[in-house]
């Protein structure tokens, strides 16, 4: 085997970790919602605190503010255990950066979501501390005020005010971090720039030393400012009243496979066969029961890049818990870098159509509906699929009462982000071959596709080789291959496979409305379609009065000839 690098934390005393929190802010003005937020989260062995403050030249800022805090401290305990919690900050903080510029752009064509920073996650006897932008993380000990956090602003003074890194103003992000141990008796104090820029360090290394609250703090601020100073303002305190054993970043020992083998027993689990013509995809055996390993690739041993590629993967498959997806779980003492899927012995959707042919009209709206749904879970969690295709769908049940589950949670991604080609060529939508974000309409476009494939055995626009430009002509009506779809649901498909975005459904709600709500599926014609298919009637009423015409003219012409 390749050992993956590892990193581990010496023991220290035993105990648990208790902390006392606090935390109190106040908007600009009584009557207007503040742009600033914060969270604490207490979880079995760690805390976990968050302040952001929105940019105030962003149009949604607050909004940023909010969603930073809440998902941080979501995705924090869901963190891989070959993480350590200063590990989970910053990946955590880069995927929200990502979301939030990529979305920004898409939404408002600039950076729109940006906010500042700062958090502690207490594990332990350590302190591990993260910030982007001006917000601050402080750390009062024995009456010595020191600050841990980096403040990202310009150093000329006359631009003092100008950020020069925060949440959502670029693609990348390189936030400040450092790791500090704690002891019995610290104060650490989390602020936005509303109290920092009022309050000096004296000031604050004061009121620590009288034992002021978040509370207090926050008020000295806010009474102090001036009309130039006052601003949305945070504060966070947090008492450590006892620290904790040290917490080891990742389990010694842990190591990437280079081959496995029928037969090789890892962690109680008995490799049976591969899947996919892969050898790091495994159908394994434990106690009876069966299981799907999934591997880390091989150069995950010396290549952090993919290491970390790899833990993402471990992360989005063990935190989206639902019942769309089997059931992943990173087993505990695990020797070797995977993770566990439950085996559901079920063919694809693929497989399933080639065996027993195309599904029913009713059978593809439940797919439909289902694929909908699992993306709008997906979505709660700021992810998307990203490879929706047959392949990737199990089919349960009988021909009279199918269920489906959703595999293959190594495509998922962020949404709006910009992943190239990520996904299966002939799924994929027009735009994301010129370098489009994956958004709900990229994604309702290999839903699309999926359900014509799953109705008539074909492709709408062919097949398409990877690398390739694709043409996407016009696509065959549904119903010339498969007359037993009805109309409505053929107009609900074709705007979904509409090579032109701005003609699709917006949202998964509005394409999920219109199947549960045949008799209010809007009109939709094909661009380039034939009138006979666009406007029926109009065709025919046209040809009604081009062959009256016809038929007038003819009779004035034998006119002529019999009365010269």
């Known amino acids: 085997m390749l050992c993956a690098l590892e990193k581990t934390a010496s023991p220290s005393s035993s105990g648990h970790l208790r902390v006392s929190a606090e935390k109190f802010g106040y908007a600009r003005e009584d009557g207007r919602p503040t742009e600033d937020a914060a969270i604490v989260k207490e979880f079995e062995s760690a805390v976990v605190a968050v302040v952001a403050d929105g940019l105030g030249a962003a149009k949604r800022g ?19 255990r070959a993480w350590t919690a200063g590990k989970a900050l910053e990946e955590i903080t880069r995927h929200l950066n990502r979301r939030f510029h990529q979305e920004g752009i898409t939404r408002f064509d600039s950076p729109e979501l940006a906010t500042t920073i700062a958090a502690v996650a207490l594990e ?37 005010h100008v950020l020069t890194c925060a949440m959502g103003l670029a693609a990348d992000l390189t936030p400040a971090s450092r790791d500090v141990p704690i002891r019995t008796g610290d104060v650490l104090l989390l602020c936005t720039d509303g109290v920092s ?3 000096d360090d004296a000031t604050l290394a004061g009121m620590l030393d009288r034992g002021a609250t978040a509370a207090a703090i926050a ?6 400012a001036t009309p130039d100073q006052i601003d949305d303002l945070m504060a966070v305190t947090l008492r450590v009243l006892e620290t904790g054993s040290a917490h080891r970043g990742s389990d010694p020992g842990v190591c990437v496979p280079d081959r496995l083998q029928i037969g090789d027993v890892i962690d109680g689990f008995t490799l049976r066969r591969t899947f996919r013509a892969s050898d790091r995809i495994w159908l394994a055996a ?34 989206l818990v639902a019942d769309f997806f089997p059931a992943a779980f990173a087993p505990e003492g695990a020797t070797a870098t995977y993770y566990a899927l439950e085996y559901i012995h079920a063919p694809t959707l693929k497989q399933f159509i080639a065996d027993y042919g195309a599904l029913t009209p009713a059978q593809a709206v439940e797919l439909a509906k289902f ?30 009462g ?32 010129t370098g489009a974000a994956i958004t709900e309409t990229t994604e309702m476009f290999s839903l699309g596709v999926t359900l014509y494939e799953a109705l008539t055995g074909r492709l709408p626009y062919g097949e398409v080789e990877p690398f390739q430009q694709p043409v996407f002509a016009l696509a065959r009506p549904l119903g010339a291959l498969n007359p037993h779809v009805s109309p409505w649901l053929e107009t609900v498909i074709a705007r979904s496979i509409a090579a032109n975005p701005a003609l699709r459904h917006e949202t998964y709600s509005e394409m999920l409305f219109e199947l549960e709500n045949p008799e209010k599926v809007r009109p939709f014609h094909r661009p380039g379609a034939p009138l006979i298919e666009r406007n029926p009637l109009l065709f025919y009423k046209t040809g009604f009065f081009l062959l009256m015409a016809a038929c007038l003219a003819l009779l004035l012409l034998l006119l002529r000839q019999n009365h010269p």
Not at 62 to 80: I, K, S
Not at 127 to 154: F, K
Not at 219 to 224: D, F, K, M, N, V
Not at 379 to 389: A, P, Q, R, T, Y
Request: aromatic share 8%; net charge neutral.
């Open 62 to 80: 607050g909004e940023a503010a909010a969603r930073a805090v809440e998902t941080l401290a979501r995705n924090f305990p869901a963190r891989p």
């Open 371 to 400: 694929l909908l749904r699992a993306e709008q879970y997906l979505l709660s969690h700021d992810f998307v699929h990203g490879d929706i295709k047959p392949e990737n769908i199990l089919v349960l049940g009988e021909a009279g």
């Open 124 to 160: 332990g006897d350590r302190a591990h501390v993260l910030n982007a932008g001006d917000s601050r993380v402080y750390l009062w000990r024995a009456g010595v005020l020191t600050r841990l956090s980096t403040d990202h602003r310009e150093s000329d003074p006359q631009r003092a």
């Open 286 to 319: 434990r106690q009876g029961a069966s299981y799907v390993l999934k591997f880390a690739p091989r150069d995950a041993a010396h290549n952090e890049a993919a290491l970390a590629a790899f833990l993402r993967e471990i992360w989005h498959a063990t935190q």
């Open 219 to 224: 008020s000295a601020a806010h009474r102090a």
């Open 197 to 199: 820029d009022v309050l």
């Open 402 to 433: 199918l269920r489906f589950k959703l595999i293959d949670l190594g495509s998922v991604t962020e949404v709006f982000s910009l992943q190239g080609r990520a996904g299966t060529p002939s799924y994929l939508a027009p735009e994301r071959f």
